[in-house]
């Protein structure tokens, strides 16, 4: 055996000489790097069905229990008063899971002969037992309270113990994107060099995907973005039919063209080159054990196949396996799971459908939610007795999901099985996932190919062919396999069978025979290997309408009505919003921030609850929810319905960003979070989770309070006569890459400078190279963003610069595009980039100038007064003071321009006061939106020379401004290398210990002592 590498023996060494007190989180972490030193796979807090174990080492049939330095002396003994539970008793508890789990598996029996090993250790001390392969396992012991003298001791003996052969296949890693990245790249490849014989088919397919797209708001605003997730989409749904294979046929053979026959997909499997792709890559798929690994794996592949942009622009935030967790456990709880399972039972003696009972994710994604309701079903004890075949079973009777993504079915299709303990009963056709829209909206428009008309179902095709089936026919149990057998007859100009004309009403048969003639003339007009799967996934959520649910649980997209691409979809959906039965819309100036959102959590508790006014649910939705005014009406309707909101805000489990604020909405009953009231803030202490962790990871960090009272809202005296505020917001000096300066050669006494741009971050910007060219010096204007704007003071890190013609008198040069050929150049670039819609400004003078609200600014040049800015959203408000005129300030900030100094010194010291943080917060409508909310709710008072508490106040300002100064000029400032966000939290550190906060805040409760409340 060679030698032990550094790495080991550093590891090795600290578990041999830890002081007491290192917690047993701190040495299970240290046996995981000496295991990963040691090239053994292992997981942490994996979850047997008898409790999260803390290690497991996958293949090895091995449990590592640990504990704390010294707990782990006597095996036998009990660990608590409270646990009688021995730390023997509680290894074997896992163990012995395990075992009957894999007992009633369907691993290869050449695979059983490996004996288990539990080991229990605090990292000075080992225990070791080995198990047989059998129920009720009785441990023999190895090693009994084994003390290592040496690493290298220590390091031999663990891998004697843990040498083997190794059980099953690889579990597919957590994150598997580095196995498949260079799949993708040759699927692309492919897709580029498709021959002319293969294009006609291959078209047709990627219309119906794009109509699915649509269908939802996705479609992609490129025909880029299009090429591009077509190829991606194929991709995704090429693994998961793969995974799929896998799960649901262990042991048999992948033949590819019947795995990506059916669908958009199938055009990978019409050439020959594309045949040897899905051929080598379903065997890879095959290579790996899909099940054991915990957790939604396919989560981060799609996330990284489908482009950021384009998941941004489809609302797609998918939900941490915590969060689900948590979620799926309140609406999933012990008792339902009880009687769910119980009824599941009666109606497969019976041999009837199950109707009225289930749990529904009608946004599925990626399956996340399912694959934890499925777990949450098999842990109950009322399916203990149950057989593997028979557990899947009841989880395939009582999990449905929808979405209207055409690659999200199939995903959430592999990723429930993985969740199954075998595959059911009669393979992937047992599970209950349908790819349709779940809001059943159509419009009679040209954006919709799926029409209900005097009660039949209207599909129309990309060429325009249309055909009509009898409800009659599609609500049949058996009409999956139906439509199949309609559509195989079709493709080789067979009649259609009798037996499908007989098994419906006469006066519905002639219809389904003429739905036959047009399929034969459509598949040889247009194609085939896409019907019948396209009509059996939109039909899909109407056949689940009518067999209802009585629970719910959904991340429903966020998608504002502002960035639905199509104008028929954006249409369509805003009558719906508006229709009596929904009644949603707001209208007006929300119109553009109207969240789908909404219509999914009202539509779907009509749509697919048994008891729509009482059956509970669970939404994690923007926290826009909660208080935003596109969202009133949605309010006035759920609060019939929702028992508690738990605002997440604090928690960010999707990272930061305003958009991706989000709260928890229960329906139905109160969730049984401790405390138990309507309205909670959920906190994470400690560093926010991985996506992948579990809910027993972070349970003990996971901290429930009840939501501050609500301060009282009044309007201040920043509001004049006519009911509008006197701060206004920046000019929006966008795109960036037309107007935003990197460079700008000031240099000497000439009249031109050369300038380049800086690239933008956002298509269809971001594609355009930075420009450079000669300007008049006196456009370049330093440009304020929100960015610079720190508690008292501006960041030393620099202003930006922007490019704005100005005449010699300081106001907008019309005839800029005239007297530049520089400005001429970026004016043609903005005019071919635009967008399409009404109110876009024709010109890039135009686009700066929106609402003369630049002109304003320049208006204040000359002015020796002072300016008050804030930014238009943040965590925390910060304030600080500037001179107008000498700066731009654009729109990430509000600005206003004092009577005088003091005013402004005033408005500051109260804008960064402590005590103030709350009601800001609060003033809020969305997300950190601060906007002119704080003028219309907080009673902020005029400034008042001859009122010595304002005066005061002014002082302190100009006392903190000279602190921030020196901290910025002293030679061990670090603030060169740090962000908004560090800076703001240093400098408020500064004056806290300073005593200027306190002083502050002191004075800001005489004048608001109802609004100065602290942020607990």
Avoid at 493 to 510: F, K
Avoid at 901 to 919: D, K
Avoid at 1004 to 1010: F, G, V
């Amino acid at each position: 055996m060679p030698d032990p590498t550094p790495k080991q023996i550093v590891a090795a060494k600290w578990l041999l000489k830890q002081s007491a007190g290192h917690p047993e989180d701190y040495i299970r972490k240290r046996i995981g790097d000496l295991l990963g030193s040691l090239d053994i796979d292992y997981e942490i807090s994996y979850p047997t069905e008898s409790g999260p174990a803390d290690i497991y080492l996958p293949r090895r049939r091995t449990i590592i229990e640990t504990k704390a330095l010294g707990l782990a002396d006597d095996p036998n003994k009990p660990q608590s008063r409270k646990n009688k539970e021995s730390p023997k008793e509680q290894l074997e508890r896992y163990l012995r899971a395990e075992i009957s789990r894999e007992l009633k598996s369907t691993l290869p029996k050449d695979t059983e002969d490996r004996a288990w090993t539990g080991i229990l250790t605090d990292g000075r001390v080992w225990h070791v037992w080995r198990y047989a392969h059998e129920e009720n396992a009785v441990g023999v012991t190895v090693e009994a309270a084994y003390r290592p003298s040496t690493p290298p001791t220590l390091i031999d003996r663990l891998e004697h113990i843990l040498r083997g052969k190794l059980v099953g296949k690889p579990w597919i890693p957590s994150d598997p994107r580095p196995i498949f990245e260079p799949q993708l790249e040759r699927l692309r490849e492919l897709y580029e060099s498709l021959p002319k014989r293969a294009e006609r088919a291959t078209e047709t397919k990627r219309r119906l995907w794009l109509e699915m797209l649509r269908t939802s708001s996705m479609e992609p605003d490129s025909e880029a973005a299009r090429q591009r997730l077509f190829v991606a989409h194929s991709f995704l749904v090429a693994l998961a039919r793969g995974v799929i294979h896998v799960l649901a046929t262990p042991g048999k053979n992948p033949e590819a063209e019947n795995i990506l026959g059916d669908g958009f997909v199938a055009w990978i499997v019409e050439t020959t080159k594309g045949k040897q792709w899905a051929a080598s890559f379903l065997e890879e798929i095959q290579g790996y054990d899909w099940r054991r690994r915990p957790g939604d794996v396919l989560r981060p592949l799609y996330e990284q196949f489908v482009d950021e942009r384009d998941r941004k622009a489809f609302g797609e935030f998918y939900t941490p396996d915590w969060l689900a967790e948590l979620l799926v456990r309140e609406v999933c709880d012990d008792a339902w799971c009880k009687t769910a399972i119980t009824k599941a039972l009666e109606a497969r003696r019976q041999s009837v459908d199950l109707e009225g009972v289930g749990v529904l994710d009608p946004t599925c994604g990626s399956g996340t939610f399912l694959y934890h309701a499925a777990r949450r079903i098999l842990t109950s004890p009322t399916v203990t007795d149950l057989t593997n075949s028979d557990k899947a079973s009841i989880v395939c009777t009582l999990v449905h999901g929808i979405d209207v993504h055409p690659i999200a079915a199939e995903i959430a299709r592999a990723t429930l099985l993985r969740a199954l303990p075998t595959e059911p009963p009669h393979g992937k056709s047992d599970l209950r996932i349908h790819e349709g829209d779940a809001l059943l909206i159509h419009g009679d428009d040209e954006s919709s190919l799926f029409r209900p008309t005097n009660g039949e179902i209207r599909i129309s095709t990309p060429k325009g062919a249309e055909v009509l089936f009898p409800r009659s026919f599609v609500e049949r149990p058996d009409f999956s396999d139906n439509l199949r057998r309609l559509v195989l007859s079709a493709e080789s100009d067979r009649p259609l069978p009798s037996d499908i004309i007989s098994a419906i009403p006469d006066s519905d048969q002639e219809a389904i025979e003429e739905c036959h003639r047009r399929f034969v003339d459509i598949i040889k007009d247009e194609g085939d290997s896409v019907w019948t799967w396209y009509i059996r996934n939109t039909t899909g959520p109407h056949r689940l309408s009518e067999k209802k649910v009585d629970r719910i649980v959904a991340n429903p997209p966020w998608v504002k009505m502002a960035h639905v691409q199509s104008q028929g979809r954006k249409q369509a959906v805003k009558d719906f919003a508006a229709s009596p039965d929904i009644d949603l819309w707001t209208g007006g100036k929300h119109a553009p921030h109207f969240d789908i959102a909404q219509l999914f959590v009202k539509r779907a508790r009509q749509l697919y609850l048994a008891n729509p006014k009482n059956d509970p649910a669970a939404w994690l939705v923007k926290k826009a929810a909660l208080k935003a005014g596109s969202w009133e009406k949605f309010r006035q309707w759920h609060d019939t319905v929702c028992k508690q909101a738990i605002d997440l805000e604090a928690l960010k489990p999707f990272g930061g960003g305003d958009a991706r604020r989000c709260c928890i909405l229960f329906d139905g009953r109160i969730s049984s979070v401790k405390p138990r009231e309507k309205d909670l803030v959920g906190i994470i202490e400690g560093k926010l989770p991985p996506p992948y962790a579990s809910l027993d990871d972070i349970n003990k960090r996971l901290v429930f309070k009840a939501t501050a009272s609500p301060v009282p809202r009044e309007a201040s005296e920043y509001i004049n006569e006519k009911g509008k505020t006197l701060f206004r917001q920046g000019a929006t000096i966008t795109p960036q890459v037309l107007v935003v300066l990197s460079k700008a050669d000031m240099s000497g006494k000439r009249k031109l400078c050369r300038v380049t741009t800086m690239r933008s971050q956002h298509p269809p910007w971001s594609g355009i190279d930075p420009q450079t060219g000669m300007v008049p010096c006196g456009w370049i204007r330093d440009l304020i963003t929100s960015k610079l704007v720190l508690p008292f003071a501006l960041s030393p890190a620099g202003m930006h610069q922007a490019l704005i013609p100005t005449n010699d008198d300081g106001s907008l040069d019309k005839a800029a595009v005239k007297n530049s050929a520089f400005w001429k150049s970026l004016n043609e670039t903005y005019e071919e980039n635009k967008g399409a819609g009404t109110h876009t400004p024709g010109d890039l003078l135009a686009r700066i100038d929106y609402g003369s609200i630049l002109s304003s600014q320049l208006n204040l040049s000359g002015r020796s007064k002072t300016m008050v800015v804030y930014p238009s959203s943040g965590d925390v408000m910060r304030a600080c003071r500037t001179r107008p005129g000498s700066v731009i300030v654009d729109a990430t900030l509000y600005y206003y321009v004092a009577v005088n100094a003091s005013e402004a010194a005033y408005l500051v010291a109260l804008l960064n006061a402590p005590c103030l943080t709350n009601a800001f917060a609060q003033s809020r409508e969305s997300g950190r939106d601060f906007h002119l909310h704080p003028w219309r709710k907080i009673p902020l008072r005029r400034y008042d020379g001859r009122n010595s508490t304002h005066v005061k106040l002014a002082k302190l300002t100009t006392q903190a401004e000279r602190m921030a100064q020196r901290w910025f000029s002293s030679p061990y400032n670090p603030s060169s290398h740090l962000g908004q966000v560090a800076l703001s939290e240093r400098l408020r550190d500064l004056f806290r210990n300073e005593g200027l906060f306190a002083e502050i805040d002191r004075l800001a409760r005489k004048i608001l002592p109802d609004q100065a409340r602290s942020i607990d």
